[in-house]
């Protein structure tokens, strides 16, 4: 391991003339949009191509880069005519590919990838003519978020559309603003703290969900499952302990392999995340198995005069969940500037040097991915206590949505990774009846790739986070805790 | 000339490295680079290679911009690379080793081993044992005989007498010249100033990404900025010595043919 | 029966399962070697190859339902091989293409490449669903299944031989290919030090998405193999991944022969444990191992090798 960090192998033959990036010009997916996406595409005529040759010219529209760039937008039109196209089966294996492209949408995926592609052509023109359409837009949301307090002003508007948006949608509308965008935004807050503040990657995360969900049945009821306990709690006891179980199997998981190289950890959760799936699918006379628990009582309260019960009702579930999201969103805000929050981002930017300078990191990413765990188990207890669950709500596709949502959002953005779940989440709920459920994942994964390619950031990202990410591209730092950056990177 | 880079620009990020560097390398010279450690000397020789490209001016081999080659090309453009800190492949044996330095063209590789083997003799005695386990002063031999391999006009050395006992820098040094006797031209960066310049013919001196200074050996040994902060006893080896930066241009030249670059 | 009975049938068992993990592994373990990498999508690889060969030799299938034999059989797995390691070599080119360089050519941080991958085998999961259907697809057979000869009482039968002889002869073919090629000099020496190897005249973007290519075709072939087996589905690549990861861990992931001796050793664990536990937590053992050897002895067995030895 005697490789300097810096040693970007210049490769790849035609993309020689890659300038190296300097401080100051564009970085990042915007200045590197003459390639990006495309997959031959060599950066040999990139914008900076040749002076004085307009965009349109034809040595310029025609050269093989542009070309090649065009092959592979039209390549992904294809494919996007398949992934919306009619469903097949295994008798027909290729009848269904085949519906998708003789048919008269391929014309207009075709057509938007032409589009597409004189868009990328015309970039550099284009998003002046952007720039100046939507800076009277942009500055003044800009300038309020600038001024001190401003964030807090756009936070409260943001919350007074939370605390009023239920109360104009259908009730269907409202079970999935609890049972979809708020458990997810709240697992994804948590996540963002392993994934974002970290720079740990844990694809098991669903599991510490699962272990909430469980422990409540098991705590609260003693009909929900064959296993359960001598005695009866009310499910609000749980939450701490949930929060402690969590937190606990966090540790014991992460103790071993946090030691080691840190996408051991992805691969070390993924098949956590999928031991725990199996067990309550299967262990009939404990969990219930497949059937699930079914009767966990609802959250009541009878304190200090205070003497509420939630019912089938999302809308008081939905207040309390926007109470608790606030609550850890400003948690974790704090903790983010707190010296653990430095630390971690020491780790992410230079683990080595963070060692050196005294950061106990081992237990720093253990310590997050604790906090990450236990927010999931918390949000286990929740969803357990507000309706009926089987294993099938903790499958391993779960887990990848909230990372999902957590990449979209912007990981190491509070705000960023609840907006993910809006968004996420809301096309979820608006694709219900449009696409098979499980054909949703599609749309999922192709987002999750098309955001790290052009915007790793996410749609909401932190600023210190875009920092990290724009000096890794020019070869300073790490941005994770993932150790050297693979081989062939490119400057 | 068959090296020249001329104005040469370089950033990592945000951090400029090298400010307009611009010097010259003709067929069959020994030409050294010195300076201090961060002075820019290994990037100098990574931009010549390709690994790093210049945010301007250029590189030209035999006049020929070296932009249209990519990196991987510059062994078959003549040009063998000597990194600093010798980077052998450690799992490979020393024959895997030497032969990689054949990687682009293997026909002559049967003959140069021999050739290579014959003139690091102690590489003979380890030819199947992994280049991991070498000393610093053999894995150094291997890295120069790696380089050779690929029959080179032009070898770029990075500081290969670093870490290493006077005797085998002596030994090193003396196969340099030996290489540049059989007509090929040589780089040599150097913190060691004066056994670099004791077989170079002509020197620059490097400061925080500029020359300033350069000169035939002779000159550069005899003036005062360079004895004092490369030659000076108490830091032999003239890592941490006292450059004066930007400043000593404005002293101007003190002997012979050693003048500031920036008057040059 | 004792397990002492049963030992040689399941020790024949697990070798032949072993070898397809160990050809899997090689992919995993040759991507990580060039790119420091652990390649989430590998698995969806393989399932690619798997459809792909599988529909080509049913295609190629008489109508009636009989079974072929002789020189028909030698054909149609021939067929299901290539096809099968031709789709698994194409996904492994576009995965790359698409998932990878483009954050490659912008030195994204490591996270961002495990994400993509995830998004990728997300993408591609959900499609072969759509495309395929959600059931398991059979693939008929292509010979008849009958016992060839008795080791020690235990059945050694046609399609256990096959899928060991095949697999055995990609690993023997893959071993000459890195230490004894020209390209394998060069896949060797980008694991070792990529940047050198840039100076030795290797042209890394080359090797990298050869080495992918290499493992694709690869993977989809054990993909096939693992159809004849078992059966095909759209989810089918998760548990033989994480398994043939385990493999190419427990040998010394970037090793190619740990990865070959870490899918037969772990082939072997698995199926004695199936047979001493409950076979329905045989998917547990492979995780079980992954994480003592993590503890034990993260190098793996034989030490990471291709590698940049840590
Ligand atoms: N990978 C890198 N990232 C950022 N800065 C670097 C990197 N490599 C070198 N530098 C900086 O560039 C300058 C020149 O470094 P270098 O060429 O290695 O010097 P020398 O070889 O003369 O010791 C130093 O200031 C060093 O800090
Ligand atoms: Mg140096």
Same mark, same amino acid.
């Given at each position: 391991?005697?490789?300097?960090?810096?040693?970007?192998?210049?490769?790849?033959?035609?993309?020689?003339?890659?300038?190296?990036?300097?401080?100051?010009?564009?970085?990042?997916?915007?200045?590197?949009?003459?390639?990006?996406?495309?997959?031959?595409?060599?950066?040999?005529?990139?914008?900076?191509?040749?002076?004085?040759?307009?965009?349109?010219?034809?040595?310029?529209?025609?050269?093989?880069?542009?070309?090649?760039?065009?092959?592979?937008?039209?390549?992904?039109?294809?494919?996007?005519?398949?992934?919306?196209?009619?469903?097949?089966?295994?008798?027909?294996?290729?009848?269904?590919?085949?519906?998708?492209?003789?048919?008269?949408?391929?014309?207009?995926?075709?057509?938007?990838?032409?589009?597409?592609?004189?868009?990328?052509?015309?970039?550099?023109?284009?998003?002046?003519?952007?720039?100046?359409?939507?800076?009277?837009?942009?500055?003044?949301?800009?300038?309020?978020?600038?001024?001190?307090?401003?964030?807090?002003?756009?936070?409260?508007?943001?919350?007074?559309?939370?605390?009023?948006?239920?109360?104009?949608?259908?009730?269907?509308?409202?079970?999935?603003?609890?049972?979809?965008?708020?458990?997810?935004?709240?697992?994804?807050?948590?996540?963002?703290?392993?994934?974002?503040?970290?720079?740990?990657?844990?694809?098991?995360?669903?599991?510490?969900?699962?272990?909430?969900?469980?422990?409540?049945?098991?705590?609260?009821?003693?009909?929900?499952?064959?296993?359960?306990?001598?005695?009866?709690?009310?499910?609000?006891?749980?939450?701490?302990?949930?929060?402690?179980?969590?937190?606990?199997?966090?540790?014991?998981?992460?103790?071993?392999?946090?030691?080691?190289?840190?996408?051991?950890?992805?691969?070390?959760?993924?098949?956590?995340?999928?031991?725990?799936?199996?067990?309550?699918?299967?262990?009939?006379?404990?969990?219930?198995?497949?059937?699930?628990?079914?009767?966990?009582?609802?959250?009541?309260?009878?304190?200090?005069?205070?003497?509420?019960?939630?019912?089938?009702?999302?809308?008081?579930?939905?207040?309390?969940?926007?109470?608790?999201?606030?609550?850890?969103?400003?948690?974790?805000?704090?903790?983010?500037?707190?010296?653990?929050?430095?630390?971690?981002?020491?780790?992410?930017?230079?683990?080595?040097?963070?060692?050196?300078?005294?950061?106990?990191?081992?237990?720093?990413?253990?310590?997050?991915?604790?906090?990450?765990?236990?927010?999931?188990?918390?949000?286990?207890?929740?969803?357990?206590?507000?309706?009926?669950?089987?294993?099938?709500?903790?499958?391993?596709?779960?887990?990848?949505?909230?990372?999902?949502?957590?990449?979209?959002?912007?990981?190491?953005?509070?705000?960023?990774?609840?907006?993910?779940?809006?968004?996420?989440?809301?096309?979820?709920?608006?694709?219900?009846?449009?696409?098979?459920?499980?054909?949703?994942?599609?749309?999922?994964?192709?987002?999750?790739?098309?955001?790290?390619?052009?915007?790793?950031?996410?749609?909401?990202?932190?600023?210190?986070?875009?920092?990290?990410?724009?000096?890794?591209?020019?070869?300073?730092?790490?941005?994770?805790?993932?150790?050297?950056?693979?081989?062939?990177?490119?400057? | 000339?068959?090296?020249?880079?001329?104005?040469?620009?370089?950033?990592?990020?945000? #951090?400029? &490295? !090298?400010?307009?560097?611009?010097? +010259?390398?003709?067929?069959?010279?020994?030409? @050294? %680079?010195? /300076?201090?450690?961060?002075?820019?000397?290994?990037?100098?020789?990574?931009?010549?290679?390709?690994?790093?490209?210049?945010?301007?001016?250029?590189?030209?081999?035999?006049?020929?911009?070296?932009?249209?080659?990519?990196?991987?090309?510059?062994?078959?453009?003549?040009?063998?690379?000597?990194?600093?800190?010798?980077?052998?492949?450690?799992?490979?044996?020393?024959?895997?080793?030497?032969?990689?330095?054949?990687?682009?063209?293997?026909?002559?590789?049967?003959?140069?081993?021999?050739? #290579?083997? &014959? !003139?690091?003799?102690?590489?003979? +005695?380890?030819?199947?044992?992994?280049?991991? @386990? %070498?000393? /610093?002063?053999?894995?150094?031999?291997?890295?120069?005989?790696?380089?050779?391999?690929?029959?080179?006009?032009?070898?770029?050395?990075?500081?290969?007498?670093?870490?290493?006992?006077?005797?085998?820098?002596?030994?090193?040094?003396?196969?340099?010249?030996?290489?540049?006797?059989?007509?090929?031209?040589?780089?040599?960066?150097?913190?060691?100033?004066?056994?670099?310049?004791?077989?170079?013919?002509?020197?620059?001196?490097?400061?925080?990404?500029?020359?300033?200074?350069?000169?035939?050996?002779?000159? !550069?040994?005899?003036?005062?900025?360079?004895?004092?902060?490369?030659?000076?006893?108490?830091?032999?080896?003239?890592?941490?010595?006292?450059?004066?930066?930007?400043?000593?241009?404005?002293?101007?030249?003190?002997?012979?043919?050693?003048?500031?670059?920036?008057?040059? | 029966?004792?397990?002492?009975?049963?030992?040689?049938?399941?020790?024949?068992?697990?070798?032949?399962?072993?070898?397809?993990?160990?050809?899997?592994?090689?992919?995993?373990?040759?991507?990580?070697?060039?790119?420091?990498?652990?390649?989430?999508?590998?698995?969806?690889?393989?399932?690619?190859?798997?459809?792909?060969?599988?529909?080509?030799?049913?295609?190629?299938?008489?109508?009636?339902?009989?079974?072929?034999?002789?020189?028909?059989?030698?054909?149609?797995?021939?067929?299901?091989?290539?096809?099968?390691?031709?789709?698994?070599?194409?996904?492994?080119?576009?995965?790359?293409?698409?998932?990878?360089?483009?954050?490659?050519?912008?030195?994204?941080?490591?996270?961002?490449?495990?994400?993509?991958?995830?998004?990728?085998?997300?993408?591609?999961?959900?499609?072969?669903?759509?495309?395929?259907?959600?059931?398991?697809?059979?693939?008929?057979?292509?010979?008849?299944?009958?016992?060839?000869?008795?080791?020690?009482?235990?059945?050694?039968?046609?399609?256990?031989?096959?899928?060991?002889?095949?697999?055995?002869?990609?690993?023997?073919?893959?071993?000459?290919?890195?230490?004894?090629?020209?390209?394998?000099?060069?896949?060797?020496?980008?694991?070792?030090?990529?940047?050198?190897?840039?100076?030795?005249?290797?042209?890394?973007?080359?090797?990298?998405?050869?080495?992918?290519?290499?493992?694709?075709?690869?993977?989809?072939?054990?993909?096939?193999?693992?159809?004849?087996?078992?059966?095909?589905?759209?989810?089918?690549?998760?548990?033989?991944?994480?398994?043939?990861?385990?493999?190419?861990?427990?040998?010394?992931?970037?090793?190619?022969?740990?990865?070959?001796?870490?899918?037969?050793?772990?082939?072997?664990?698995?199926?004695?444990?199936?047979?001493?536990?409950?076979?329905?937590?045989?998917?547990?053992?492979?995780?079980?191992?992954?994480?003592?050897?993590?503890?034990?002895?993260?190098?793996?067995?034989?030490?990471?090798?291709?590698?940049?030895?840590?």
């Amino acid at each position: 391991m005697s490789t300097p960090p810096a040693g970007p192998p210049g490769t790849g033959g035609g993309a020689a003339t890659v300038p190296l990036r300097i401080a100051g010009s564009p970085a990042g997916p915007a200045g590197s949009s003459g390639s990006a996406g495309s997959s031959g595409s060599a950066g040999s005529s990139g914008p900076a191509g040749g002076p004085a040759r307009p965009a349109w010219h034809p040595s310029v529209l025609f050269a093989p880069a542009r070309l090649r760039q065009l092959g592979a937008l039209l390549l992904v039109g294809v494919l996007a005519a398949i992934v919306t196209g009619p469903t097949g089966n295994s008798d027909k294996p290729l009848q269904a590919a085949k519906d998708s492209i003789v048919d008269v949408r391929i014309v207009l995926y075709l057509g938007l990838a032409v589009a597409l592609w004189v868009l990328l052509v015309l970039g550099a023109q284009l998003r002046g003519a952007l720039e100046r359409v939507s800076a009277p837009v942009r500055a003044p949301v800009g300038a309020a978020y600038g001024r001190r307090g401003g964030p807090i002003v756009l936070n409260l508007v943001l919350l007074a559309i939370a605390i009023v948006a239920p109360m104009v949608v259908s009730t269907a509308a409202q079970q999935s603003m609890v049972n979809d965008i708020g458990i997810y935004a709240l697992l994804a807050l948590g996540l963002n703290v392993v994934v974002g503040y970290a720079g740990l990657l844990d694809l098991g995360y669903i599991a510490f969900f699962a272990i909430g969900a469980y422990a409540t049945a098991y705590f609260t009821s003693q009909t929900a499952m064959p296993w359960h306990a001598p005695f009866v709690l009310n499910p609000f006891f749980v939450f701490p302990i949930a929060l402690i179980l969590a937190a606990l199997a966090g540790v014991i998981l992460g103790a071993p392999t946090l030691r080691l190289r840190g996408d051991y950890l992805a691969i070390v959760t993924l098949g956590f995340g999928e031991i725990i799936h199996l067990v309550a699918n299967n262990a009939d006379n404990i969990t219930n198995g497949a059937r699930g628990a079914f009767g966990v009582p609802h959250l009541s309260i009878d304190l200090l005069g205070i003497d509420y019960k939630w019912g089938i009702d999302p809308l008081p579930y939905y207040y309390l969940l926007l109470v608790i999201i606030v609550v850890v969103m400003i948690a974790f805000g704090r903790l983010e500037r707190s010296r653990i929050g430095r630390s971690w981002a020491a780790i992410r930017e230079d683990e080595i040097a963070a060692e050196a300078t005294g950061v106990a990191t081992l237990r720093m990413k253990l310590l997050a991915f604790a906090i990450g765990a236990s927010v999931s188990g918390f949000a286990g207890v929740l969803f357990a206590s507000k309706q009926f669950f089987n294993p099938q709500s903790f499958s391993l596709q779960a887990s990848f949505f909230v990372v999902a949502v957590v990449i979209f959002g912007g990981m190491g953005s509070r705000l960023g990774v609840v907006v993910g779940a809006v968004v996420l989440q809301g096309l979820a709920f608006y694709l219900r009846d449009k696409v098979p459920p499980a054909d949703r994942y599609i749309y999922f994964g192709a987002i999750i790739v098309i955001m790290m390619i052009f915007r790793p950031q996410g749609l909401v990202p932190s600023r210190r986070r875009r920092r990290e990410i724009q000096l890794v591209e020019e070869g300073i730092g790490a941005a994770d805790s993932l150790g050297v950056a693979p081989t062939g990177g490119q400057r | 000339m068959l090296l020249t880079l001329s104005d040469v620009e370089v950033a990592y990020g945000a #951090v400029t &490295a !090298l400010r307009g560097v611009s010097l +010259e390398v003709g067929e069959g010279e020994i030409v @050294t %680079l010195l /300076g201090a450690n961060g002075a820019g000397k290994t990037t100098t020789l990574r931009t010549i290679s390709g690994l790093l490209r210049p945010r301007s001016g250029e590189v030209r081999l035999d006049g020929r911009p070296l932009s249209s080659i990519p990196a991987h090309g510059l062994v078959g453009a003549g040009v063998s690379h000597v990194p600093e800190g010798r980077r052998v492949f450690p799992s490979m044996s020393v024959r895997e080793n030497l032969l990689m330095g054949a990687y682009h063209d293997r026909r002559h590789a049967r003959a140069d081993l021999d050739r #290579v083997v &014959a !003139l690091f003799p102690r590489l003979a +005695e380890r030819i199947g044992q992994p280049g991991g @386990t %070498l000393s /610093g002063g053999e894995q150094q031999m291997l890295a120069i005989g790696r380089a050779l391999m690929s029959r080179p006009r032009l070898i770029l050395l990075d500081e290969p007498s670093m870490g290493l006992a006077p005797m085998i820098v002596q030994t090193i040094f003396e196969v340099i010249a030996e290489i540049n006797q059989a007509g090929v031209a040589v780089l040599l960066v150097e913190q060691n100033a004066a056994s670099a310049l004791r077989i170079a013919g002509r020197g620059y001196v490097l400061e925080t990404g500029r020359v300033v200074l350069a000169g035939t050996a002779a000159g !550069l040994l005899a003036d005062d900025r360079v004895r004092q902060a490369y030659l000076g006893e108490d830091v032999a080896d003239g890592a941490d010595g006292p450059a004066p930066a930007g400043g000593g241009a404005a002293a101007g030249p003190a002997h012979g043919a050693a003048v500031p670059a920036d008057s040059a | 029966m004792g397990f002492l009975d049963q030992f040689w049938q399941l020790t024949i068992d697990g070798l032949m399962v072993g070898s397809l993990y160990a050809v899997i592994a090689l992919g995993y373990t040759l991507v990580y070697g060039v790119l420091q990498l652990i390649n989430f999508a590998h698995s969806e690889v393989f399932m690619l190859g798997s459809f792909g060969g599988l529909f080509a030799a049913r295609a190629l299938l008489p109508d009636d339902g009989s079974v072929p034999g002789g020189l028909a059989s030698v054909g149609l797995v021939a067929v299901g091989l290539g096809v099968g390691a031709i789709c698994g070599g194409l996904a492994a080119f576009t995965l790359e293409r698409v998932a990878y360089r483009p954050l490659r050519r912008r030195s994204a941080p490591r996270l961002a490449y495990l994400i993509s991958a995830i998004g990728a085998s997300l993408f591609a999961v959900n499609l072969a669903g759509k495309e395929f259907g959600r059931q398991n697809v059979d693939l008929p057979d292509l010979f008849h299944n009958g016992t060839v000869f008795t080791v020690f009482g235990a059945d050694v039968s046609t399609q256990s031989l096959v899928i060991f002889a095949v697999a055995v002869a990609m690993l023997i073919g893959l071993d000459r290919l890195v230490a004894g090629t020209r390209l394998g000099q060069g896949i060797r020496a980008v694991a070792q030090d990529a940047d050198t190897a840039v100076l030795m005249g290797v042209n890394v973007e080359r090797i990298i998405i050869v080495t992918f290519v290499v493992g694709g075709l690869l993977a989809g072939a054990g993909g096939f193999l693992y159809a004849m087996t078992f059966n095909a589905s759209y989810s089918m690549g998760f548990v033989p991944g994480v398994k043939a990861f385990t493999a190419a861990v427990l040998g010394g992931i970037g090793n190619v022969r740990g990865a070959m001796l870490g899918g037969l050793l772990l082939g072997l664990v698995e199926s004695y444990g199936g047979y001493l536990f409950q076979a329905s937590y045989k998917d547990v053992i492979a995780f079980l191992v992954l994480v003592a050897i993590l503890m034990i002895r993260p190098s793996g067995l034989l030490g990471e090798r291709l590698g940049r030895a840590a």
